[in-house]
């Protein structure tokens, strides 16, 4: 009885543990999705400024290979963080949903550990896309109008990589302090159970009985299960 109760106590502290697991997976997969939705709206900008450019006849040629390049490097970098992004919203979501004993611990660490590659594209096609509009000012308007454009854009970027410093700044906290389940997760291990095979490890029960010697004197031994 106690060692059906013990069971039932592990069981119910790692279903508590997983639960809490769960909202960590929930708050990275909630996060990817709307980066990916973002730089999926910046690909769309990217492409319009990319197609529907109308380069005027005697541009510099520096000038337009300046405004081609970063136009295409915004649109790669915001591809790549959609493709990113639904790659770990599908696997990931697979993986914890129906993976082996512990996949949610190993998809919500997975996440947490490529959402910097994530992040890192999505900054670079933003920055580009706005590199993207200094160029095209100077191709298009006339050199005052092309400068106070390029000052405004030079500000923005200014201003998004202070906001970023700041805002990473605030919420910054040490790892070493977040709140970890896995102590949870080790702690309700059931004894005698495989978490990679999912299989109960069951002892050998052969024994070996002896029967006493015959009149010829001997000895016989019979393995039963």
């Known amino acids: 009885m106690l060692a059906a109760d013990k ?12 639960s809490l697991k769960e909202k960590e997976f929930s708050l990275h997969h909630d996060n990817f999705n709307a980066v990916g939705t973002q730089a999926a709206v910046l690909a769309g900008f990217t492409v319009t400024a990319f197609i529907e450019f109308d380069c005027p006849d005697g541009a510099s040629r520096t ?12 649109l790669s970098a915001n591809i790549l963080c959609v493709a990113n992004t639904t790659f770990l919203s599908v696997w ?7 993976g082996p004993d512990g996949s949610m611990a190993r998809a919500v660490d997975g996440m947490y ?4 590659n994530v992040f890192l594209l999505f900054g670079v096609g933003m ?10 000012s100077w191709l298009l308007m006339d ?40 102590d949870l997760l080790d702690a309700t ?10 299989r109960r490890k069951i002892p050998s029960r052969r024994h070996t009985r002896e029967y006493p010697p015959p009149e010829n004197g001997v000895t016989t031994s019979v393995e039963t299960v």
């Not at 069971?7 to 997983?18: C, G, K, P, T, V």
């Not at 337009?64 to 295409?72: L, Q, R, T, W």
């Open 7 to 18: 069971l039932l106590l592990q069981s119910s502290i790692r279903q508590n543990a997983i």
């Open 63 to 74: 000038l337009k290979f300046m405004y081609y390049i970063s136009s295409i490097i915004s």
């Open 92 to 98: 990931g979501t697979g993986l914890a949903m129906r």
């Open 113 to 116: 550990q490529l959402r910097r």
């Open 127 to 136: 920055m580009a896309l706005l590199v993207t509009g200094i160029f095209g």
């Open 143 to 182: 050199p005052e109008a092309a400068l106070a454009s390029s000052v405004l854009l030079v500000y923005a970027i200014y201003l998004t990589l202070k906001s970023y410093n700041s805002i990473t700044h605030m919420f910054h906290f040490d790892e070493d302090d977040a709140v970890n389940f896995d």
């Open 189 to 198: 291990q059931i004894p005698g159970y495989d978490n990679q095979s999912r």
